[in-house]
């Protein structure tokens, strides 16, 4: 239950709780109490999503109002969409962090798996994000912060699963983490490691195997702390992880099958490691980052005319220093710096077609920025303005069946501020009203489609431009009647200018990129958090998103008014969770909860279909004894077998087509047990 902060931790550890059961949230690069940033933020500790059996963004992500979501079952993750805000092409178009390390798939969104396990906190903050964190964050920014080492306290933890999938077979997973101080109060180490399998589901009709999308995700992850005097903390950390889909992903028919022409089985492989310092000079704190990663996802697949390899291999390298006030006076600010530099190699080879591409992209992006707020004397109203100043250079080169070409490089500007006025009528409440601007460089136009466009009439720019959004937005959030009662909602309008979207070459299978004129979303968000009584915590939250195209894109089949791709116009959820002190040393507790989406649909081609309504219920019951835990779940409880994204249509033959879309996992009951160990070092 991840809709507003306040309230969802009933009852759970938290490593983001403050004094008197706050939640404190970073999401304006300081810490402050949710209930008082003027931004739309839910936050769910790590605790808590374990205390739920998440095992991934999917599970729990689309609880966040006016964000959609949904798996693909591949190596190339999750689909997010916030606000409306939805592209398949560009640098991520929704920021997505690990940690500290900003993650962009340079030219196409990526959003990685990231395994709900060991984690301190998932912040998702929605409306534009740039003046802070900068380029992508433009319907918003989810950011995963995975849990430090414990210089006190050791730890020891683990979970095995085990669960069935109608229509597939055994899934099974282990999961461990431990943390250690090696000189208390001065150096820790935590380690934390997962394994899990999932067999398939669906079926290939072309070759006859039944449940070829097996599944299977590792990772690991290790933090070292050092605080060798009272005001600096070190920390270094390392995270690794792997995923294989040999039979393709969560792609199938309407009627649960697939064919060897539409699914490519993949693998992907990441690697980041990183620093941070942060040092208190009293009354400010300076901070420091370092993070670089390596992403890989190799691809093969078949079609009728032979094979296909592609390889993804991305690589992100970042600093970034800030200094923040940490007082209590009426002024709060933040100022820093920042510098990325990333690399995108793609190889595509189709023997068939003659096709032999590969292509490298080059982006080094700098960036200076701050943002300060400041309290009106004796009046409970809080004035903010922010500024970032962004440069990206981006170049690159292709080389098509070894004959190279460079690529015209390009260096983007832009200035993107925030302003926000809010008023705190009550000590747990905020009512506010904001302006902020969001931005992503624009992209070089594959060589291909460029010197072909003009052969059959279709003129292309060689570099296309950076594309920029401004979001108007009034909101109110309040903790009431001592938390019993937690309300959230918001209002907004977003002009987002300059989306990128394809073009079909005639009598080719390329497309080129171009410029549209934009894209205008106006939506409404609310959430509620209940605590009627002791152990019992009701929420529901839902949200309608209006995005659309403002004029027509000739050469595709966008018009006036079309919506924007992956984008749904309703979610929906529910849930209740219960829990019962059965005896002094045993605790039982139960949830169920509900996710929906209207049908997404994709605008570009007349060949895309919309996807369905999906109505997702999970539900959950379980004991918990003094350091261990035992929990009977349901994912997919009743068995929702619908289109999650839009369809894609391809021609096999003649006269025939093959539909498909991505699919949640079927019906899937297992049991999980876990136990936990701790206390003080000696």
Known sequence: MSAPVAAQEQGAPAADAGRDGDIIVTARKREERAIDVPIAVTAVSGAALEKRGAANLADFLQEAPGVGIYDGGSALGTKITIRGISTSLGANENGFYLDDLPFTGVTVPISPDVRAWDLDRVEILRGPQGTLFGEGSMGGTVRILTKGADLNDWEAKGLGMVSDTKGGGTNAGAKGAFNAPIIPGVLAVRVAGTHERYQGWVDNSDTGQTNVNDQTYDTFRAKLRFDPVDRLSITGNYWFSESDFPGGGSTARDDGEQTRTTVPSSRSREELYGATARYDLGGAELFYSYSHSDFTVPQQGASPRGTIDVNIDIGVEAHELRLASTGDGPLTWTIGGYARDSQRNDTVKFSAAGIDNDAQINSRARALFGETTYTLPGVPVDLTAGLRYFEDRVSGFEANSGVAVDQPGKTYHSWNPRFSVAWHPMANATIYASAAKGFRSGQLQPS???????????????????????????????????????????????????????????????????????????????????????????????????????????????????????????????????????????????????????????????????????????????????????????????????ATSFRSVYQVGPTAFDITSNRLRPRTLGLEASFRFGGPAR
């Open 448 to 642: 291909v489609p460029y010197a072909l466009g003009p052969v059959y009439g279709v003129v292309l720019p060689a570099t296309l431009s950076q594309d920029a959004i401004w979001t108007y937005e009034v909101g109110a959030k309040a903790d009431l009647w001592d938390r019993k009662l937690t309300l959230e909602g918001a209002l907004f309008y977003s002009d987002w200018k300059d989306v990128a979207v394809r073009i079909p070459i005639p009598r080719t299978s390329f497309n080129g990129l171009i410029n549209s004129d934009g894209t205008r979303t106006k939506g409404a968000e609310l959430s509620i958090v209940a605590v009627p009584t002791p152990g019992l915590t009701l929420s529901a939250g839902g949200a309608y998103v209006d995005a659309e195209y403002v004029s027509a894109v000739p050469g595709t089949a966008i018009v006036k008014g079309s919506a924007v791709d992956d984008v749904a116009k309703f979610t929906a959820n529910a849930s209740a969770d219960y829990s019962t002190q059965v005896s002094d040393d045993v605790q039982a507790f139960g949830r169920i909860g509900w996710q929906h989406s209207s049908p997404r649909r994709n605008s570009s081609y007349s060949a895309f279909l919309p996807g369905d309504t999906i109505d997702r219920i999970d539900a959950r019951v379980g004991v918990e004894l003094a350091q261990l835990t035992i929990a009977l779940f349901a994912d997919n409880l009743t068995d929702d077998t619908g």
